[in-house]
């Protein structure tokens, strides 16, 4: 089973502020099969990226979803008020879902 | 746009069984193209998949929760559900259900439903 980390596990930063979040994976896996979801306080998660750097629908450009091999990294251009939340990444490998533990954008 | 909702008892005594439902609108199971999941979200909020099935009743589930696990779909209803057997503390947790997409660019949940919390407490 392929295990993700997500670092860091809190970052503080103001809005406007470019946010840089990493997942590694535990061995090589296939950018395809890499996702980004933000979940707010009482709410569902909701899928931001997939395939590693597709945006998906409606979600502003200000995300962006770089990667390969074992890193990847969710980039936020620009934070706005909204954006503040926990961030997860999630592979699919071998028949299996899994997910980073999430890092958390909170406002400095 | 396809919602989905999930229903059923927010309390369970330890050792019975969990049991859900997710309901589907603005779209038809039946129609193909995605599988249906459940997932889990522990209190410390770390997420777990327990499974997936496809409209055809086919099905695939964690190994971690395999022999628990029974998931099932009634297209006349456009549902899907879980069974849980043999509850204990560590199952209680927000569990969701979600459109599962996949694809040559890969497999992904997207929408999910709004989750509801089960307690498994005597």
């Known amino acids: ?108 | 746009q396809v919602q989905l909702q999930e229903s059923g008892p927010g309390l369970v005594k330890p050792s019975q069984t969990l049991s859900l439902i997710c309901t589907v609108s603005g779209g038809s199971i039946s129609s193909g193209g995605y599988y249906w999941s459940w997932i889990r979200q522990y209190p410390g909020k770390g997420l777990e998949w327990i499974g997936y099935i496809y409209y055809s009743g086919s099905t695939y589930y964690n190994p971690s929760l395999k022999s628990r696990v029974i998931i099932s779909v009634d297209t006349s209803r456009n549902q899907f559900s879980l069974k849980l057997s043999s509850v204990t503390a560590a199952d209680t947790a927000v569990y969701y259900c979600a459109k599962t997409s996949y694809s040559s660019r890969g497999y992904w949940f997207d929408p999910w439903g709004q989750g509801t919390l089960v307690t498994v407490s005597s």
Do not use: N
């Not at chain 1, 999630?90 to 299996?96: D, F, I, M, R, V």
């Open chain 1, 1 to 108: 089973e392929i295990v993700l980390t997500q670092s860091p596990g809190t970052l503080s930063l103001s809005p406007g502020e470019r946010a840089t979040l990493s997942c590694r994976a535990s061995q090589s896996v296939s950018s395809s099969y890499l996702a980004w979801y933000q979940q707010k306080p009482g709410q569902a998660p909701r899928l931001l990226i997939y395939g590693a750097s597709s945006r998906a629908t409606g979600i502003p450009d200000r995300f962006s979803g770089s990667g390969s091999g074992t890193d990847f990294t969710l980039t936020i251009s620009r934070l706005e008020p909204e954006d503040f939340a926990v961030y997860y990444c999630q592979h699919y490998g071998s028949s299996l879902w899994t997910f980073g533990q999430g890092t958390k954008v909170e406002i400095k």
